[in-house]
């Protein structure tokens, strides 16, 4: 039977309330615990990456406990429920650490937090993705299902891009109204994720009693192990997966100091403002460039020209944003043109590694006689998690080396000390994604052989040994 708009619609809502909790805790994690709580920023960048790395190597672990997993709910909904009750309680109170914690004790807690906060979040987001062909048709009401749910998905990221700086300080405010800045936003930062967690138990209840699933549905869940022997054996996937790595591990560390380059560099008391501003145009761009860009120039140019007019544009944009930054020039209608070709290239990335990953099943099953396809594809949100914590741990060196804190605006900071600071912020945020890039064009240029020409040739050999 057809889903109804109904379910569909449930289906949805889910998305969206998961992916605003993932993007509150993405962004704004470092920043609570660095900038308003004081751990260093080393410190916090080694909880992270390490609580990031055991998520990676933990999601295979969790899709097995769910392809095991007998109930009268099915195997998928129970576990929903119970990763994202438990989810939204730690995200809250990950946004929640006492006052009276400092030093060790306060580290402590924001790393026992963080980690149940990634382990809870893999309890709730395995099930859900891993639950559409236990409820569709397969065809193209499942792509049309998937994707549906990417674009709520998105939905759900953009508006905590958006509303989160708007929020959390009028929020601190009616809470803390005789606090200083620091404390307003601790106390915003706590009532918000309050909102946000029970949002997304709201969502995802809707999602599990309207969605049922069938129990005859079996679950792929690929072991590290089988990770490793496709990687291995598949040279083609090797260059994709160190390609994702770069590119993502260069987004990460521009948007993870982002924040402060509006806060502490451009700063006035209408800074959250414009970041917000930034951030809504970067988001949008990113979505088009995937939705209208994408299909606009791929009538016109090959996939591998795609790429590189990407790496292009990207490695074009950020050199633009530096020398914009290095002269001083802080106008936001000028950050917007190379923000503009920066997030255009990360989107077009997006789509077209996703492409090439999928290009590489078929590789693989010519050349190994075997088709990983669902061990590839469980590769890239393992990878893209590996970044992620290689990305965070990067941006709180840079961090702690500049001494990029709530002091760096302070008077007590000299004026010569305070410029060196912000350059060093600067340079961290567009020279080591520029470095990362070239790497990774230089890496893809070389090793990744799928082109159209040799796609049409694997594709006729694997037709032919298959009649």
Known sequence: MKLSIKEKAAYGLGAVGKDMVYMLSASYILYYYQDLLGIAGTVMGAIMMAARVFDAFNDPIMGMIVAKTRTKWGKFRPWLM????????????????????????????????????????????????????????????????????????????????VITMLVVPVLGGLLNPQGDGNAIERSGFSAFALIIAIVFIVFISITCLTIREHSSVDMKAPSIGEMLRALITNDQAVAVVITIVLVNASLYITSNLLIYFFKYDIGGAGWNGTYVLFNTFGGGMQIVS?????????????????????????????????????????????????????????????????????????????????????????????????????????????????????????EVVSVAESAANLTGLRLTMTVLPIVGMLIALFIFSRKFILNEEKMEEINKELEARRA
Request: contains cysteine; charged residues 10%; glycine residues 8%.
């Open 82 to 161: 119970i990763g994202t009750i438990t989810n939204a309680v730690i995200l809250y109170l990950v946004f929640s650490a006492p006052p009276t914690l400092s030093g060790s004790g306060l580290a402590a807690y924001a790393a026992v937090f963080y980690i149940l906060w990634g382990v809870t979040y893999t309890m709730m987001d395995i099930p859900y993705w891993s639950m559409i062909p236990a409820f569709t048709e397969g065809g193209k009401e499942r792509e049309g299902l998937t994707a549906m749910a990417r674009s709520c998905a998105g939905v759900g990221s953009a508006l905590i891009t």
């Open 290 to 410: 995937m939705m209208i860009i994408y299909p606009l120039v791929r009538r016109y140019m090959s996939v591998q020209k795609v790429c590189y007019l990407s790496f292009a544009f990207a490695i074009g944009g950020y050199s633009v944003l530096l020398i914009l930054m290095m002269t001083g020039l802080k106008s936001l209608a000028l950050l917007l043109i190379p923000g503009f070709f920066v997030f255009v290239a990360f989107g077009l990335l997006t789509v077209l590694t996703t492409v090439f990953l999928a290009n590489t099943v078929d590789y693989g099953e010519l050349k190994n006689h075997r088709r990983d396809e669902s061990v590839i594809f469980s590769m890239q949100t393992f990878v893209v998690k590996l970044a992620s914590g290689v990305a965070v741990f990067i941006t709180g060196i840079a961090l702690d080396l500049f001494h990029i804190t709530r002091d760096t605006s302070e």
